[in-house]
């Protein structure tokens, strides 16, 4: 286990049987941070932009989202476990959600902070969400975001999860702290010939 700052990065190497074929492969989580870490963009340089979207529809937007985060949504929603009483999809926690595992796989880093510096209380507020007031605003801060790497397939993913103590806790809601959080977005993104192919994104707010 390698610690960064407040950010720990875990490597589990897990199995995913399908039926009589198995499918090894490694899945890369990061856990949810408390703290905010002090790393900022460097100032001198001009730094790659991502443009999230403002959902500002005059109909009730959706999440739309795709097969891979169905799936995955699904064992969100009906784990026995689940310690929220109630969920609901948010479209722009959702569009984040898809933007973070697409930059990750085309800019090839993992983690909760991107190479600007920029973090995921940060994004979601600059595309329009509004957390509560006591989540920090550190540019980098992150109460909301766990991330995957590696699994093909939701089920992979979600195992790989549960099987790590942190992001159980989050995504279960297992604390006051994430039970409170009854909107989320999910994002899958698949990206060829970057380091993992496969990132998976889970925000709670």
Request: hydrophobic share 40%; with cysteine; charged share 15%.
């Amino acid at each position: 286990m390698k610690t960064f700052m407040t950010r720990t990065v875990r490597r589990v190497y897990a199995s995913h049987c399908n039926r009589s074929i198995g499918v090894s492969f490694l899945v890369l989580i990061s856990f949810v941070c408390f703290v905010p870490t002090t790393l900022a963009a460097d100032p001198d340089t001009e730094p790659h932009k991502i443009f999230l979207p403002v959902v500002t529809s005059t109909t009730a937007p959706t999440c739309q989202l795709n097969a891979q985060e169905t799936a995955l949504e699904e064992l969100l929603r009906n784990h026995p476990n689940q310690g929220r009483v109630t969920l609901a999809c948010n479209p722009t926690l959702a569009a984040v959600a898809r933007a973070r595992a697409l930059d990750m796989g085309q800019r090839a880093y993992f983690g909760h902070t991107n190479p600007d510096g920029y973090g995921p209380n940060y994004l979601v507020r600059q595309a329009g969400y509004e957390l509560p007031i006591e989540y920090s605003t550190a540019i980098n801060a992150n109460n909301i975001e766990s991330i995957g790497a590696g699994a093909g397939n939701a089920e992979g993913m979600w195992n790989a999860w549960m099987n790590s103590t942190s992001h159980l806790t989050h995504i279960l809601g297992s604390e006051d702290f994430y039970a409170e959080q009854v909107e989320y977005g999910i994002g899958f993104a698949q990206v060829p010939g970057s380091p993992y192919q496969f990132y998976w994104v889970f925000i709670s707010s």
